[in-house]
C-alpha cells in the first residue's frame, strides 16, 4: 500500500483539495479533461491509507462497466483494492439476489436480456402493427418511463409534457404497450434492468434489516458522472445513505447529454440545495487539449450558460503548450466536405501522426457512409465505434438485397433512377418525409435516405441520353462503395457518433456536419433540446488535443441548393468577417486530381462569400438582386421542360442558384457560361445552346425547347 503523503503528490491544488476532502457530503465540478478519475482514486485511496476508510466499506459508482473497472484497475494500484467498484445496475442486482429470498421468500426474477421478445407479445396483444426498429424505439421509450418513475397509467400525460414522440405512436397507446408489457413480464416470472433498480429500492423500503445491514457495509458512497443520474437512481441512492452524508459525487454539467433516457443534471447543478453544508470544488486545470481547442470550448460553455441566465460552471484552463489554431471549413456539399476530411487526414498519416490518434465525429449513424467511402477512397482504414459500418447495418443489407432482387426481375426501370430507387425502398418503410423524433426509426429512416441520395448523385452526374443509369447501375455503385469500405482494418481513424465519443479523446478531432439540421439536430423543437444540442457539441469540441477541424456542408449533393449554414453554436465563434472554403480533395485513385480555390468574393461589396448559393450567383444575401426576373422565369420554364422530357428532377439540370446566377449574369458565350459555378463541360454541351438562346431573347415563349 502506498503511504498517504505519497498518494498526493502530483496532484495540482484542486485534486489534492478533492482527494483530503475525506468526510461528506462534497461535490466536485470537474470540467472535461481535468483528471477527475485521478482525483476520486486518490481521495478513496487517501482515506484507505490514513485509516479513515475500510476498503470494504467504499462504494463507488459509476454508469458503464468499463468506467467500473478503469475505477478497480486505479484503485489497485493505489492499495484500494477492497473497494467495490460498480455501475448503479450492477451494486442493485447484487443486493437484490442477495436480500430477495429471505425478504420475499423466493429467488429474485430471472433477469430479461432484451426487452424486445415481450413487447413483442405486448403489441401484439395491444393490436398494433410493430416493425422491429419499432419494437426497439419502445424498449428505450419503457426504459425512460422506468427509469422516471412513470407508471403506465401515467405514462400518457407526462409523455406529453415531457415532449416524447420518438416512437411514431401517439402517447396513448405506447401506455397501452407499456401496461401490456409489465403484465407480460408478471405471468412470464421476469424482470428487466429497469426493474433491478426498482427491486433494490423495494428492498430497502420494505425491510429495515435488509437497509440496515447494506448501511452498515458502505459507510462511503462516491459517484462519478453524476450528471448522468436518472430519478431512480437518485432514489436509490437516497435509500443507500439512509439519511447520512458520507457521500462525494463528481460531474460535469456541460457533459449531459442523454436526458432523453431520463438524466438529469439538476441532481448535480442543485446538490448544494440538497446539502447545503456540502464542500464544492471545482477543477478547472486541462490537461488533455491546447488553448486553443480550451477556447472554443470554454465559448461554448459561456453562450450554454447564459441562455440559462448563469454563469459558467467551469471555465477550464488548459496547461498544455500552444498549438495550431482551430480551422473551421465550409464546404458546397457533403461528398466535396468528406473528400476534403479525408485529404487532411491523409496529410496527418504522412506526418507520422498514427491513425488511430484521429477521429471524425458525427451527429449521428447514418452521417457515417460518405466518410467512409471518402476514407476508403484514399485507402485510409477506419474502425466504427458505437455503430456498424454503413453497409453492415441490416436496413441497408436488406435494401441492397431488393434492390438487386428488382434489377434481376427485369420491370422496374421506368428510366426514373430516383423514383425507381425510392419505390423498392417504400417497401421497407421508407417515405419521403422522415418519421418524427428520434429513435431507431429516425436512424432507419435516414440510412435508406442516404441509398436515394446515392441514386440522386449518379442521375445528377450522368451524361444523360443512353447513359441515364438505372438500378443496375446503382447497385453496382452500392456494391463498389460496399468492398471499397470492407477493407480489412489495422491501425485505423476513429468514425463515431458525438454520443459514443464521450470520455474518449484523440491527438486530432474532425467534427463533421456541424450544419443547421444536423447539429442541432433537425428535431430539437424545444430549448431544452436545443441545450443538450450545444452541451453534445460542446463534448465533442473536448475529445481534441492537439488539432481541431469543424467542418460543414452548404448542400447534400453535388448540385443541389446550398442554403444550409454552418451551427449556431459557432456564432461568435468562428470568424464573421471571412469564409474558410476548403478546396475539394481528390476523391480518390484516378477520380480527380485537387483543384485550388480562391476565396470567392461579392461583386456589389467584396465580402467573402459564406454559402455555395452565395458563391453561385456572384454576390451575398445582403447585397440587392439584379437579375432579370421575366429571364429567370423563362430559364424555369425551360428546365421544367427539360425535366419532364428527360425524367430528371429539375436541380439535376440546374439549381435555382445556377438560373439566378445566369440571369444575372446574361452571358453571351459558352466561356461566359461556364465561368457560372455548377456548370461544366457536360452541362454546357448538353444545355448551353439553348441557355444563350434564352438569354439573347431568342426564344420565346412558345418556342421553349424540350430535350437536350
Known amino acids: 500500500m502506498l503511504d498517504a503523503a505519497t498518494l498526493l503528490e502530483g496532484l495540482d491544488p484542486e485534486q489534492r483539495a478533492v482527494a483530503t476532502a475525506l468526510h461528506g457530503p462534497v461535490c466536485v465540478l470537474a470540467g472535461a479533461g481535468t483528471g477527475k478519475t485521478r482525483a476520486i482514486t486518490s481521495r478513496i485511496g487517501y482515506g484507505v491509507a490514513t485509516g479513515t476508510y475500510a476498503p470494504s466499506e467504499v462504494l463507488a459508482l459509476t454508469f458503464t462497466t468499463r468506467a467500473a473497472g478503469e475505477l478497480r484497475e486505479r484503485l489497485r494500484a493505489l492499495g484500494a483494492a477492497g473497494v467495490q467498484a460498480r455501475t448503479f445496475h450492477s451494486a442493485a442486482l447484487r443486493q437484490a439476489r442477495y436480500f430477495w429470498p429471505s425478504v420475499f421468500g423466493r429467488q429474485l426474477p430471472d433477469l430479461v436480456v432484451s426487452k424486445v421478445p415481450l413487447l413483442a407479445e405486448a403489441v401484439r396483444r395491444c393490436r398494433v402493427d410493430a416493425s422491429a426498429a419499432l419494437l426497439r424505439d419502445l424498449a428505450a421509450e419503457v426504459e425512460w418511463a422506468k427509469v422516471t418513475n412513470v407508471r403506465p397509467d401515467d405514462y400518457a400525460g407526462v409523455a406529453s409534457r415531457a415532449g416524447r414522440d420518438g416512437v411514431g405512436l401517439d402517447a396513448a397507446t405506447v401506455a397501452r404497450v407499456f401496461a401490456a408489457y409489465e403484465e407480460v413480464k408478471r405471468e412470464r416470472v421476469r424482470i428487466d434492468m429497469e426493474d433491478v433498480l426498482l427491486c433494490a429500492a423495494a428492498l430497502l423500503e420494505e425491510d429495515a434489516a435488509a437497509a440496515a445491514q447494506i448501511r452498515r457495509q458502505y459507510r462511503w458512497l462516491v459517484v462519478d458522472e453524476f450528471q448522468d443520474v436518472s430519478p431512480i437512481q437518485s432514489v436509490l441512492l437516497d435509500l443507500w445513505l439512509g439519511g447520512r452524508d458520507g457521500l462525494c459525487v463528481v460531474g460535469d454539467p456541460m457533459q449531459t447529454i442523454y436526458s432523453f433516457a431520463g438524466a438529469s443534471p439538476s441532481y448535480l447543478t442543485d446538490f448544494h440545495r440538497r446539502f447545503p453544508a456540502a464542500q464544492r470544488i471545482t477543477l478547472v486545470r486541462n490537461y488533455r487539449s491546447t488553448p486553443q481547442v480550451i477556447e472554443v470550448a470554454n465559448a461554448v460553455g459561456r453562450a450554454a450558460a447564459g441562455a440559462r441566465g448563469r454563469s459558467p460552471a467551469v471555465l477550464l484552463q488548459s496547461q498544455s503548450p500552444a498549438g495550431d489554431p482551430v480551422r473551421f471549413a465550409g464546404h458546397a456539399n457533403e461528398v466535396d466536405e468528406a473528400a476534403w476530411v479525408a485529404s487532411q487526414i491523409a496529410t496527418l498519416r504522412t506526418a507520422g501522426l498514427p491513425l488511430r490518434e484521429v477521429a471524425v465525429l458525427l451527429r449521428i449513424n447514418a452521417a457515417s457512409e460518405t466518410f467512409e467511402e471518402a476514407l476508403a477512397a484514399r485507402q485510409i482504414p477506419y474502425v ?225 462569400l459564406a454559402t455555395a448559393s452565395e458563391r453561385k450567383i456572384g454576390r451575398c444575401e445582403a447585397c440587392p438582386t439584379d437579375y432579370d426576373e421575366r429571364l429567370f422565369e423563362r430559364l424555369r420554364d425551360w428546365r421544367s421542360a427539360q425535366a419532364q422530357e428527360q425524367k430528371f428532377p429539375a436541380y439535376c439540370v440546374f439549381t435555382d442558384a445556377t438560373l439566378i446566377a445566369i440571369a444575372e449574369t446574361r452571358p453571351t458565350d459558352d466561356r461566359g457560361l461556364g465561368a457560372i459555378a455548377g456548370i461544366g463541360r457536360s452541362k454546357l454541351d448538353r444545355y448551353g445552346a439553348d441557355v444563350l438562346a434564352l438569354c439573347a431573347g431568342a426564344l420565346d415563349d412558345d418556342t421553349l425547347p424540350v430535350g437536350g
Open 384 to 608: 466504427m465505434r458505437g455503430a456498424e459500418r454503413f453497409f453492415d447495418r441490416p436496413e441497408v443489407k436488406q435494401a441492397v438485397m431488393l434492390l438487386r432482387g428488382a434489377v434481376r426481375g427485369g420491370d422496374a426501370d421506368t428510366g426514373d433512377l430516383v423514383a425507381d430507387a425510392q419505390a423498392v425502398l417504400t417497401a421497407m418503410g421508407w417515405a419521403l418525409e422522415p418519421p418524427g423524433g428520434r429513435g431507431v426509426q429516425r436512424a432507419r429512416w435516414e440510412s435508406l435516405h442516404a441509398l436515394v441520395t446515392v441514386a440522386a448523385e449518379l442521375v445528377s452526374g450522368s451524361p444523360g441520353g443512353p447513359d441515364t443509369p438505372g438500378l443496375a447501375q446503382l447497385v453496382e455503385e452500392l456494391e463498389r462503395r460496399a468492398e471499397l469500405q470492407h477493407s480489412p482494418v489495422a491501425d485505423g481513424v476513429t468514425v463515431a457518433t458525438l454520443h459514443s465519443a464521450k470520455g474518449l479523446e484523440w491527438d486530432a478531432v474532425f467534427l463533421g456536419g456541424m450544419h443547421e439540421g444536423s447539429m442541432p439536430i433537425v428535431h430539437a423543437s424545444t430549448t431544452a433540446a436545443v441545450e443538450e444540442e450545444r452541451r453534445l457539441f460542446y463534448v465533442g469540441v473536448t475529445r481534441a488535443r492537439s488539432a481541431l477541424t469543424i467542418s460543414w456542408s452548404a448542400a447534400r449533393t453535388p448540385g443541389s441548393r446550398g442554403n444550409r449554414r454552418p451551427t449556431r453554436f459557432l456564432n461568435g465563434i468562428r470568424p464573421a468577417d471571412e469564409t474558410i472554403d476548403a478546396a475539394p480533395a481528390v476523391r480518390g485513385g484516378a477520380r480527380g486530381g485537387r483543384r485550388s480555390r480562391t476565396v470567392a468574393r461579392c461583386r456589389g461589396c467584396d465580402r467573402p
